[in-house]
């Protein structure tokens, strides 16, 4: 008795020379690592950034075996079956609130460059989901900051400013190709949703250039000029939610620092912390 194997899919190419020559000139010293199984993109660099490698770098992952999203939950994946890459720079904002929204918008607005009529197929859900408009999460994204104290490779403050410089990480993992839903308390979605041209490498090399540029602008003017391209987007907007705090209310947009607005009996709440899960009323709230 024989059986029938699926075909083996074709190795990826990732245009990892093409988006250097994008990004160089933005930032010098720019590296491109592209790795075929890593734990997690986001963890390798913060170890590197605490060890004193602090580096422009972006390091892409066909396969992450301990991947994680906000509040430590597990990303996992088959090769092409996501895009999971994490892009590493010294910043240095003025504030740092709305970091994860301004990653957010670019992203979101990259991959769907001109909405459909109507309303945007790609909205964000704060505060660092990408979400399909019928309610499916496509991606995350999990910023994480290190110190640049004791490291060599970049300067303690920034040039002319004198503001106190850190080391980014900017985590992103969006859905190439449909995962399975068994065990997610939203329904997953991907981007064959959107765009069936887009794998993970094609992706990657219409994300990255923009993302450094976003993420240079917000260290420049922070993420005031970017609240109405948010609320373009904003899925939770004038929608029923319920706090993992126990509150609840009706989200109302986001403050100019990014701060999630929720109408309650009590008046306008700003949520702020990255530890509060939000869900739309009627949507089960994560496990503690």
């Known amino acids: 008795m024989s059986t029938v194997q699926s075909p083996a899919r074709p190795p990826l190419r990732w245009p990892a020379e093409a988006v250097w020559e994008a990004v160089a000139p933005l930032l010098p010293g720019f590296t491109v690592e592209v790795l075929p199984s890593i734990a997690s993109t986001n963890t390798e660099l913060m170890r590197r950034a605490r060890a004193g490698a602090c580096e422009p770098t972006l390091l892409v992952a066909e396969v992450q075996t301990a991947g994680r999203g906000r509040l430590g939950r597990a990303w996992n994946n088959a090769a092409g079956d996501s895009l999971m890459f994490s892009l590493g720079l010294p910043l240095a904002p003025a504030e740092w609130s709305g970091l994860s929204?301004?990653?957010?918008?670019?992203?979101?607005?990259?991959?769907?460059?001109?909405?459909?009529?109507?309303?945007?197929?790609?909205?964000?859900?704060?505060?660092?989901?990408?979400?399909?408009?019928?309610?499916?999460?496509l991606g995350g994204i999990l910023v994480e900051t290190a110190s640049l104290v004791g490291a060599a490779s970049a300067p303690a403050q920034a040039p002319g400013v004198g503001r106190a410089a850190r080391y980014v990480v900017a985590g992103v993992g969006i859905n190439v190709r449909p995962p399975s839903a068994q065990g997610l308390t939203t329904p997953p979605g991907s981007l064959q949703d959107v765009d069936t041209r887009l794998d993970a490498p094609a992706a990657l090399l219409r994300l990255v250039p923009p993302l450094v540029a976003m993420l240079q602008s917000f260290e420049a003017q922070g993420f005031a000029p970017l609240r109405e391209r948010f609320h373009q987007r904003d899925v939770l907007r004038g929608r029923e939610v319920v706090l993992s705090d126990g509150g609840a209310g009706t989200a109302d947009g986001v403050e100019a620092d990014g701060a999630l607005r929720v109408r309650t009996a009590q008046g306008v709440q700003a949520v702020t912390s990255s530890e509060i899960s939000v869900r739309p009323a009627g949507q089960p709230l994560p496990p503690a």
Do not use: C, F, H
């Not at 670019?106 to 990408?130: C, F, H, T």
């Open 101 to 137: 929204l301004a990653v957010g918008v670019s992203i979101a607005e990259n991959l769907q460059p001109v909405p459909r009529p109507g309303a945007p197929r790609i909205g964000l859900k704060w505060p660092n989901d990408l979400w399909l408009d019928d309610g499916r999460k």
